[in-house]
């Protein structure tokens, strides 16, 4: 029994696949199937802990636990399109599904989000993120102010402890900094608290961009000073946000065409962009815009963040008319001109957290990505910590395989080892000018990695997902927080 400090956790999958959302779209009700998954999953981890004489919450915790999810869904969900290449044996032997699920991988995860707790943000008149997080199980960690579980403190174990991740973005949130969750300088000092450890390179920042909430001067000023006071690695733009409660196109002149070059002449060509994942519809969530910006701008990287995928519609084959999800996308990128060796990435926050749940889906977002845009131009991001560690989203993956049937239908290339490693992180080194070298020797002794070889004698993962999970947790967010 855990000492009384440490209060017990429910029993969890340690591959969450119940349904969540980062606050940013609505979640979809679990289909029976997979409720059965779950179901099976707990019946099965019980059977097995039975077997290897320890309690159930204990196997959960091994990778044999994690395995035995993602066997349980092969069964169930992954015929025909996507699997897990995770075989009986290793649902009921830890050392074969940590040899399986484990990796050397360098992860960097560009899309990751924390709060600030210094500033009382959550009192703004206007609608902020305060409603949304009380909303989550999170909320309840224990602490005595309930934003504090959302703090740094809570992103470092999420993130570095309870998961391979190597190195991360803390990416801008939107608003005003009136409402904004975390400004600019207080993104800074988590990146300080990293570095006074004297340890590696960790983390890297976005700074936020508000289209429509400053005049032209007033953004060239913001832009200029988050490079040369912030060291910002790179601009987060939301298109589907403004003041006046519209949003703004990426190729409008007066709005998203004009930030890119400013940002340009500020000294930044890095650009990450929300597109997809829409609380309602509208031509700013698509990503059918990006081909003419980045056309434009040929010397602006753009990130697409989300890839411009749409919770709840069904990705498929590409559909060269599509005027949303990840086909609009593409479909904008070929209008253009752009292909696999252009100025455009794809990146995977909460899309693959939503798509590992479907194996075929996920084929089809993959496959299409990887079809379209290439391996080199597809990114690793999770949207930690709404959705908790993203440890089951890296053990997914590295077990995740395309079918031939798809790959020999559609064109779409494997994904094998070399394709994982470019996206896990490579990827994003070379867009972001990290030095991998330099980088791994750096960290091979940091305090991180001592830190996280102490807590593996005694892990804790909480295998708690953050983001409201139901339709209703979902309205009580939109009470308070408006996109």
Same mark, same amino acid.
């Given at each position: ?60 915790? %091994?990778? #044999? ?12 969900? *992954? ?20 040899? $399986? ?44 102010? !309930? $934003? ?12 570095? $402890? ?9 990416? #801008? ?16 000092? %988590? ?25 032209? #001067? ?19 733009? !939301? ?20 930030? $890119? ?20 519809? *509208? ?7 990006? *081909? ?44 253009? *001109? ?23 889906? #996920? ?18 991001? %999770? ?26 239908? !559609? ?8 394709? +994982? ?8 080194? +070379? ?53």
């Amino acid at each position: 029994m855990p000492p009384k400090s440490r209060p017990e956790e429910p029993l969890r999958l340690p591959i969450k696949l119940g349904p969540t959302t980062n606050g940013e779209y609505a979640p979809s009700a679990p289909s029976p199937r997979l409720r059965w998954v779950h179901d099976e999953s707990l019946r099965r981890a019980e059977r097995a802990a039975r077997r290897l004489g320890m309690d159930r919450r204990e196997f959960l915790r %091994t990778s #044999a636990g994690a395995a035995t999810v993602l066997f349980t869904l092969n069964e169930v969900l *992954g015929c025909g399109g996507g699997s897990y290449q995770v075989p009986k044996s290793a649902t009921e032997d830890p050392q074969l599904a940590r040899a $399986l699920l484990s990796g050397d991988e360098f992860v960097f995860d560009v899309q990751t989000h924390h709060v600030s707790v210094s500033r009382e943000w959550w009192k703004s008149d206007q609608p902020n993120l305060s409603g949304f997080l009380e909303t989550t199980p999170q909320a309840k960690c224990g602490s005595s102010f !309930y $934003l504090e579980c959302f703090d740094r403190d809570h992103y470092l174990k999420e993130v570095f $402890l309870d998961s391979d991740t190597t190195m991360a973005c803390v990416s #801008a949130l939107w608003g005003t900094p009136d409402l904004n969750a975390i400004l600019p300088e207080e993104a800074v000092l %988590t990146r300080e608290r990293f570095e006074a450890m004297e340890g590696a390179p960790r983390l890297l920042l976005h700074g936020v961009v508000w289209g429509k909430a400053q005049s032209p #001067a007033q953004a060239a000023e913001h832009l200029r000073r988050l490079v040369e006071e912030h060291k910002v690695q790179a601009f987060k733009l !939301y298109p589907v946000w403004s003041p006046d409660g519209q949003g703004y196109r990426m190729d409008d002149p007066e709005t998203g065409l004009r930030l $890119l070059s400013q940002g340009l002449e500020a000294g930044c060509s890095l650009f990450a962009i929300h597109k997809g994942l829409p609380v309602t519809e *509208g031509a700013f969530t698509s990503a059918i815009d990006i *081909g003419a910006a980045a056309k434009a701008f040929p010397a602006a990287t753009l990130l697409i963040y989300h890839s411009g995928f749409v919770p709840g519609r069904r990705e498929g084959p590409y559909d060269p008319n599509a005027d949303n999800g990840v086909d609009a996308l593409i479909r904008g990128l070929q209008d253009h *001109g752009i292909g696999p060796d252009g100025n455009v990435y794809a990146e995977l926050g909460s899309v693959w957290r939503e798509t590992m749940k479907e194996p075929e889906q #996920a084929a089809h977002v993959l496959g299409k990505l990887l079809k379209y845009l290439g391996p080199d131009r597809i990114l690793w991001g %999770t949207d930690a910590i709404w959705y908790g560690s993203p440890q089951d989203q890296i053990q997914a993956f590295r077990s995740f395989q395309i079918s031939p049937e798809l790959q020999e239908r !559609y064109g779409y290339p494997a994904l094998t080892d070399e394709v +994982r490693r470019k996206i896990f992180g490579l990827n994003a080194a +070379r867009v972001y000018g990290v030095d991998l070298d330099e980088v791994r020797r750096a960290q091979a002794f940091d305090p991180v990695s001592q830190a996280r070889l102490e807590y593996g004698n005694d892990p804790r993962p909480t295998f708690r997902t953050y983001g409201p999970r139901t339709a209703e947790e979902h309205r009580a967010l939109l009470a308070h927080d408006r996109l």
